[in-house]
């Protein structure tokens, strides 16, 4: 019979080992996601649609204080599983770093759900072109805001 023995590490040689995740305030963290298959299917029902190459992107305005949720898809037409997952994983990192750059710029995103659906050429796609196409997607769901009139001025 062979026994098992744990050894717990002492609590300066676990910190020492352990690996923490880093979260840059340029990079940011990834946006929540959509965690229901009712809001994907809000999103397609009532959001705009619009195709880029490598993906589809459905929008849909939430109220303005919430944050933006990203969901991701990627159906059987894709590719295997590993094909799809890369595709997936692809479309996240584009988003988080898009998103990020707006937070830097003092633009951050709010008041929409984003749904990314991965095509077959995903994975072929340059990732830059990937970058700024979302980039130019969040400007055009959610622009920067207007400047405030100056008073005395003529509406």
């Not at 990079?27 to 996601?33: L, V």
Request: net charge positive; proline share 12%; hydrophobic share 40%.
């Amino acid at each position: 019979m062979t026994r098992l023995i744990l050894i717990k590490p002492s609590d300066q040689a676990f910190s020492r080992l352990s690996v923490q995740p880093k979260v840059s305030s340029v990079t940011g963290s990834p946006p929540p996601p959509l965690p229901k298959r009712a809001d994907f299917l809000r999103a397609a029902a009532r959001g705009q649609k619009r195709a880029y190459p490598g993906l589809v992107a459905q929008t849909l305005l939430t109220s303005p204080d919430q944050p933006v949720r990203l969901g991701l898809t990627a159906s059987r037409k894709v590719g295997n599983a590993v094909i799809r997952n890369r595709a997936r994983r692809r479309l996240r990192e584009a988003a988080r770093l898009a998103l990020a750059e707006r937070r830097v710029a003092n633009q951050p995103c709010t008041g929409f759900d984003l749904v990314l659906i991965a095509r077959h050429d995903t994975g072929a796609v340059p990732f830059a072109a990937l970058r700024q196409t979302l980039a130019d997607l969040l400007d055009r769901a959610n622009p920067p805001a207007p400047s405030p009139a100056k008073p005395g001025a003529n509406p």
